[in-house]
């Protein structure tokens, strides 16, 4: 009989041993809602992705024919909060604990992240916790909104997207809202680089489609204001949805690009096939193929 109880005793420690071990792996290999990686980039090292919408829909204003993560489901350009702040750095909180080592912590998402009403809010709040610094992946279609631009101003690198020099063009390769106008874009940047204090990079995504219109994109970004510590991040397309271009064809357009903006004194050109990958773990995988899509 001693020897019975003694047996399920052993059995039940191993059962509650066991089952406390399960349980604590699960909590650590939870999938987080807003928070994804950390992310391999090239432009921006070890990244910790939040995604201020995080909705089943993706939500965009452009719907590039490129992009890694699918066709936009809602096409607007209206701001709103879709994730309250508060649970976004209540996750972000859990995640920090979880990952070290990070280069950034960058909003970008599935969908365009300044539709978010509360990014500012989000991104002083991250600074509350961390001193990682911030990055903002957008496409800047909404940098010509005052409210924006104040958000932006908070983060300590935004990367704004150009893959066009006219309102053709733009339709061509992003499938833009309608509403939208390439000019006030352009306008938009113009302005929120006299005001903001951090470094601004422009993000130009080449495909079969504009890659002929690279000289033009170029004197485009030439007359951006661009400052000293700024770059221009030269990417085709990785991950699957289009064919990318090669690094020859990459080249030639680097080269047109240098020639454009050599006037401007310390900016930096980098090229997707130049860069060197960082070795990352995500916290779940599942998680950032869903985010940020599949690598080829």
Same mark, same amino acid.
Request: glycine letters at 8%; proline letters at 3%.
């Given at each position: 009989?001693?020897?019975?109880?003694?047996?399920?005793?052993? $059995?039940?420690?191993?059962?509650?041993? $066991?089952?406390?071990?399960?349980?604590?792996?699960?909590?650590?290999?939870?999938?987080?809602?807003?928070?994804?990686?950390?992310?391999?980039?090239?432009?921006?090292?070890?990244?910790?992705?939040?995604?201020?919408?995080?909705?089943?829909?993706?939500?965009?204003?452009?719907?590039?024919?490129?992009?890694?993560?699918?066709?936009?489901?809602?096409?607007?350009?209206?701001?709103?909060?879709?994730?309250?702040?508060?649970?976004?750095?209540? +996750?972000?909180? @859990?995640?920090?604990?979880?990952?070290? !080592?990070?280069?950034?912590?960058?909003?970008?998402?599935?969908?365009?992240?300044?539709?978010?009403?509360?990014?500012?809010?989000?991104?002083?709040?991250?600074? +509350?916790?961390?001193?990682?610094?911030?990055?903002?992946?957008?496409?800047?279609?909404?940098?010509?909104?005052?409210?924006?631009?104040?958000?932006?101003?908070?983060?300590?690198?935004?990367?704004?997207?150009?893959?066009?020099?006219? !309102?053709?063009?733009?339709?061509?390769?992003?499938?833009?809202?309608?509403?939208?106008?390439?000019?006030?874009?352009?306008?938009?940047?113009?302005?929120?680089? @006299?005001?903001?204090?951090?470094?601004?990079?422009?993000?130009?995504? $080449?495909?079969?489609? !504009?890659?002929?219109?690279?000289?033009?994109?170029?004197?485009?970004?030439? @007359?951006?204001?661009?400052?000293?510590?700024?770059?221009?991040?030269?990417?085709?397309?990785?991950?699957?949805?289009?064919?990318?271009?090669?690094?020859?064809?990459?080249?030639?357009?680097?080269?047109?690009?240098?020639?454009?903006?050599?006037?401007?004194?310390?900016?930096?050109? @980098?090229?997707?096939?130049?860069?060197?990958?960082?070795?990352?773990?995500?916290?779940?995988?599942?998680?950032?193929?869903?985010?940020?899509?599949?690598?080829?």
């Amino acid at each position: 009989m001693g020897n019975k109880i003694a047996k399920a005793g052993i $059995f039940l420690t191993v059962f509650v041993f $066991f089952a406390a071990d399960c349980f604590a792996r699960r909590v650590k290999s939870t999938d987080f809602r807003y928070i994804y990686g950390p992310v391999s980039s090239w432009r921006l090292g070890a990244s910790l992705g939040i995604d201020p919408l995080s909705q089943d829909k993706k939500i965009c204003s452009f719907d590039c024919l490129y992009c890694q993560t699918g066709k936009t489901d809602m096409l607007t350009l209206e701001r709103k909060v879709f994730v309250k702040s508060g649970e976004i750095l209540k +996750e972000l909180g @859990t995640a920090l604990k979880q990952v070290e !080592n990070l280069d950034y912590i960058t909003l970008a998402g599935r969908g365009e992240p300044t539709l978010a009403a509360n990014l500012g809010e989000i991104i002083r709040g991250i600074k +509350e916790i961390t001193d990682i610094p911030v990055a903002v992946l957008t496409n800047a279609s909404l940098i010509n909104d005052p409210q924006v631009q104040g958000d932006l101003l908070e983060a300590d690198f935004v990367m704004l997207k150009m893959d066009a020099f006219d !309102n053709y063009s733009m339709q061509l390769v992003n499938k833009a809202h309608l509403d939208l106008e390439f000019s006030d874009i352009i306008a938009g940047i113009r302005d929120f680089r @006299t005001k903001y204090q951090g470094k601004a990079g422009i993000q130009n995504m $080449f495909v079969k489609e !504009n890659k002929s219109y690279a000289g033009a994109i170029a004197r485009v970004v030439a @007359t951006l204001g661009l400052k000293a510590g700024d770059e221009i991040q030269l990417n085709t397309p990785l991950r699957p949805r289009v064919s990318e271009l090669s690094s020859e064809e990459m080249l030639e357009i680097k080269k047109i690009f240098e020639q454009e903006l050599v006037s401007i004194t310390g900016l930096r050109i @980098t090229m997707v096939y130049e860069a060197e990958p960082v070795e990352v773990s995500p916290i779940s995988e599942r998680q950032m193929l869903q985010k940020r899509g599949s690598p080829k």
